[in-house]
Nanobody, 124 residues
Framework: QVQLVESGGGSVQAGGSLRLACTASGRFSSTYCIIWTRQAPGKEREGVARLNGNGITSYADSVKGRFTISKDTFKNTFYLQMDSLKTEDTAMYYC??????????????????WGQGIQVTVSS
C-alpha cells in the first residue's frame, strides 16, 4: 500500500503564502503522479496542481501563476507552494497519487491513493 501524509496547512490572511507538504511512503513509485486537490464546503473536490512522474506540471486556471507544485525526490515529499492566497482558496487540501486510471488531467475521482487532508483557511 501507499501512505500519503499532508502537513503545513493553517490560517493566513489574503495575499499571504503557505506551503503544503505531502510525504509518501510504502510502495510509492517514482512513476506515480501527484495531484493536489481541494474541497470547499458545499463544493465538489477539484484538482488544482498535478506533477507527473516525468516532471511535467499542470495547474487549474484558478491557481495558475499563484501555486507551484514541486518535489524533493530524496525525501519522497511533494510540495504545494501557495502564494497570493485568496479567500476562495479556503478548503481542505488533499494530496493524491497514481493517475493511471484518470481520463483527463484532473479526473480526481479516479485517483488511487489519498492523504487524510489538511485545512487551509484564508481570511480577508
Amino acid at each position: 500500500q501507499v501512505q500519503l501524509v499532508e502537513s503545513g496547512g493553517g490560517s493566513v490572511q489574503a495575499g499571504g503564502s503557505l506551503r503544503l507538504a505531502c510525504t509518501a511512503s510504502g510502495r510509492f513509485s517514482s512513476t506515480y503522479c501527484i495531484i493536489w486537490t481541494r474541497q470547499a464546503p458545499g463544493k465538489e473536490r477539484e484538482g488544482v496542481a498535478r506533477l507527473n512522474g516525468n516532471g511535467i506540471t499542470s495547474y487549474a486556471d484558478s491557481v495558475k501563476g499563484r501555486f507551484t507544485i514541486s518535489k524533493d525526490t530524496f525525501k519522497n515529499t511533494f510540495y504545494l507552494q501557495m502564494d497570493s492566497l485568496k479567500t476562495e482558496d479556503t478548503a481542505m487540501y488533499y494530496c493524491a497519487a497514481d493517475c493511471s486510471r484518470l481520463h483527463w488531467t484532473f479526473d480526481v475521482r479516479n485517483l488511487r491513493y489519498w492523504g487524510q487532508g489538511i485545512q487551509v483557511t484564508v481570511s480577508s
